[in-house]
Structure formats: C-alpha cells, structure tokens
C-alpha cells in the first residue's frame, strides 16, 4: 500500500489550497482516508476523515475544509479555503480498513509522505 500526498505550498492568508492523496489499495473503498497535519513544535492532529458517509472535521477547520473522495481514482481530496496562518503544518494522509470516519490516528494502518502547507499572515 502508498498513498502519495501532493497540492501543499505557499499561500498567503485567507486563500485556498486543494490537497490530494493517490492510493495504491487494491480495495480503496473499504477503507476509511483521513487527513492529518503537524505543525512545527506541535504533535500530530486530526484534520478530517472521511468513509462510506460525509465527512468527520477537527473543530479547527469545520466550515473551511472539505473531505471528499473518488473511488475510481483511488484518491481522496482535501479543499481548504479561508487559510489562516496556524494553519500551516505538514498534511499527512493516512488510511484506515473500514467504512466510518475516524479522528483516532492510532486506528489508522497506512500513512503517506506528508506535503508542507505554509500559510502566510
């Protein structure tokens, strides 16, 4: 299994970035993806996941981020608007055996890379 995380880069406050994760399962929709990040200084957080129904969010992005997924494409997406300035971290994607969304990142099996998003204030 990889996942292949792509999309960070600099953007300045208030803007948008769409993050995405490409999947090598071969049984993509039976598992659970969610997006994770860690800032400078900081342990790892939940950011948003997403299964067979709508998506789960951090509190600190509800409202400015969108999970969402393609099965076919085996790859799962994370649009986020109204940037602000904590939230530059590394963004993680991670995958999970299973159908709902879950913000426990110990009960997630297979991680990728990480890209860097930086926000600028």
């Known amino acids: 299994v990889q996942l292949q995380a792509s999309g960070g880069g600099l953007v300045q406050a208030g803007g948008s970035l769409r993050l995405s994760c490409a999947a090598s399962?071969?049984?993509?929709?039976?598992?659970?993806m969610g997006w994770f990040r860690q800032a400078p200084g900081k342990e790892r957080e939940f950011v948003a996941s997403?299964?067979?129904?709508?998506?789960m969010y951090a509190d600190s992005v509800k409202g400015r981020f969108t999970i969402s997924r393609d099965n076919a494409k085996q790859t799962v997406y994370l649009q986020m608007n109204s940037l602000k300035s904590e939230d530059t971290a590394v963004y993680y994607c991670?995958?999970?055996?299973?159908?709902?969304?879950?913000?426990?990142?110990?009960?997630?099996?297979?991680w990728g890379q990480g890209t860097l998003v930086t926000v600028s204030s």
């Open positions: 991670a995958a999970a055996w299973g159908v709902a969304a879950q913000g426990d990142g110990s009960r997630y099996d297979y």
């Open positions: 399962i071969r049984t993509f929709s039976s598992y659970v």
């Open positions: 997403i299964g067979w129904g709508s998506g």
